[in-house]
């Protein structure tokens, strides 16, 4: 079976909709025919400041996530990135044929500089993606399940395994991004040409799985619409109405054009209310899994996933050290 390896950051308390659409749920597909990884990335989460106490429960409630949505610890290694020293090791081997000019060129590094200013930039962001790299290269995954906003680290991932293998003789495979057409950037709710992100300022942008349902009909009350009154997909023109249309018929599991039929001559107003009535059964259903899960059950799934993972981990890297000549 082919290899899968994915990961999210426990970078605060809230997952939300795009990480469900473009990352999660794929990935609970993707488990019947692959062998499938999913760590916890927690070191990654470093790259912002974090207070320690709410990274641990963050991480915590990111697990919790995956063992709600449908991620099966019989099936999949689910564990956290930092009980694997491996990748820690193979991050600082990987940075040795990384050139920072590369790093330079990665837009998720360059939105942070523009934002917070050119003093501010951490060696740790600009590094980010050789740690990346190092998770997936560690494992010889095949496929990595993303939003489109990973592509350009997975491509980075891909030059640096190359670059080892023709330099230190085959070692990595090399790896291939796996983004859904539909649901791989999911769009702010107040500003549909942003997409939606844990750190945007305004609550109202992004429905968390955590939302209650009074919440969530206000959120999606208030999302941008666009002028006009059709219900039609159109990501140019009426960017609001076809991000709502695009959540719709991912909850539902229908095509956007069977939607756009239902609700012709329907007007925004009920259009919305049923998007919203649909989301909260939505994550109602995930909410009570959720809330089932205990603390000590993850605690136990993550022990047992490292294990897993360390096992293949450390051949990989002994491997690695053999090639590079430092055994
Ligand atoms: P992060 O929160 O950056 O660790 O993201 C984890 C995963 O969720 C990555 O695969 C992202 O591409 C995906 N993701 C995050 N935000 C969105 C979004 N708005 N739409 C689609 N996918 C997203
Ligand atoms: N950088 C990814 C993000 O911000 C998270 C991540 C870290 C990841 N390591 C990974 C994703 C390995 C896929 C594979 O979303």
Partial sequence: MKRILSGIKPSSEILHLGH?????????????????????VDLHAL???????????STTNVAKTYLAVGLDPKKSVIFKQSDVVAHLELFWILNTITKVSELLLMTQYKDRVQKN?????????????????????????????VGDDQVQHIELAREIARRFNQKFGQTFVIPQPMVEKIGARIMSLDDPAKKMSKSDSNPNSCIALTDKPAVIREKIKRAVTDSGKEVKYDPKKKPGISNLLTILSLVLNVSIKSLEKKYKGAGYGR????????????????????????????????????RKARK???????????KVGLK
């Fill in 312 to 322: 293949t981990a450390e051949k990989k890297i002994e491997e690695v050290y053999k």
């Fill in 271 to 306: 259009f919305k209310s049923d998007v919203a009535d649909t989301l909260v059964r939505f994550l109602s259903d995930f909410q009570n899994k959720y809330n089932k899960i205990s603390d000590a059950r993850v605690k136990k799934v993550l022990a047992d996933g490292a």
């Fill in 20 to 40: 469900y659409f473009g990352a999660l749920k794929q990935w609970v597909g993707l488990q019947k025919t692959h062998t499938c990884l999913f760590p916890v």
């Fill in 47 to 57: 790259t912002i400041p974090q207070d320690p106490q709410k990274l641990r429960e």
């Fill in 117 to 145: 200013g050119p003093q501010s930039a951490l060696a740790g962001l600009l590094n980010y993606p050789v740690l990346m790299a190092a998770d997936i290269l560690l494992y010889d995954t095949n496929f990595v399940p």
